[in-house]
């Protein structure tokens, strides 16, 4: 049998077997990481993002919900419009976006006074709609699109 001292010599754990500060650190985030991830699971933590374009000629915006015969959203239904700007109308700015999943999708920075009404062009598949919009009478407009069968 071993020595009164070499009993509480090994029943004591060593220096560097003691959690260090680096140690409770790392458990801490990782336990955050897992409670959000939990938590995320069980209610929306993070509103999706509309998917946006900037046309970066003017203050106003034209907001886009694009749904089926059914009223279904259809998601990456396409939106163009082409700006024609400048002088002589010399200069041409073509933007598209496609929608998400909730089918919606936004332009922003269009120019406030236009020469030619804006005509946006909604397509998804064979199924194609056109709006004119005027951002003169309404700079923050909202159009609800509705693309039936051809």
Known sequence: MGSHSDLIATSVP???EYPTQQDFAGSL???GAVLFIFACGLTPCAA????VVKGDLGPCSAGFTVTDGASKPLYD?????TIVYGFM???????????DSDG????????GKVKKILEFKIRHGEKTKSVMHDPANECHAAFAVVLDAP
Do not use: Q
């Open 48 to 51: 999706a993002d509309v998917p």
């Open 29 to 31: 985030r990782i336990l």
């Open 104 to 111: 919606k999708a936004r332009i922003e920075g269009l120019p």
């Open 77 to 81: 239904a396409r939106i163009h419009v």
């Open 14 to 16: 060593r220096r560097e």
């Open 89 to 99: 109308s010399k200069r041409k700015s073509d933007l598209e976006i496609g929608t």
